[in-house]
């Protein structure tokens, strides 16, 4: 794995950080995001070294950022969603409203925070 724990901040170098970078994206074994997440943290890092003026300037970022890459996110087919539908009894009250949700949910696509931050008000 590649650090810098022997390494004095004023003696990182552009190359050094490319050299984090490249480390991440090709040999880490994390996934992109991951990366992009760790090498932002490395960067603000040497921000706040800056601000405490430890260092004249931030070399990373003289590099460039990772991106966090493409979300795939899994959806249910419509026969998915009738198999989870077929399941629930909903002759119980909260078994109804977990019907009610998933129905509200996968008809209009909104998010579970944004269905639980509905109120009867925003029913139209």
Do not use: P
């Not at 994390?30 to 601000?51: H, N, P």
């Amino acid at each position: 794995a590649l650090n810098f724990k022997d390494k004095k901040l004023r003696d990182i170098t552009v190359v050094d950080c490319e050299k984090y970078r490249t480390w991440l994206l090709n040999e880490s074994g994390y996934s992109q995001s991951y990366c992009s997440l760790l090498y932002g943290m490395f960067r603000k890092t040497l921000d706040y070294a800056v601000v405490l003026q430890f260092l004249s300037s931030n070399v990373s970022k003289r590099t460039m950022s990772i991106s966090k890459g493409k979300a795939v996110v899994s959806f249910w087919t419509k026969n998915q969603f009738e198999q989870v539908l077929s399941k629930i009894y909903i002759n119980e009250f909260y078994e109804h409203m977990c019907f009610i949700m998933i129905w509200l949910y996968y008809m209009t696509g909104i998010r579970v925070s944004e269905g639980l931050a509905l109120n009867w008000s925003d029913i139209d």
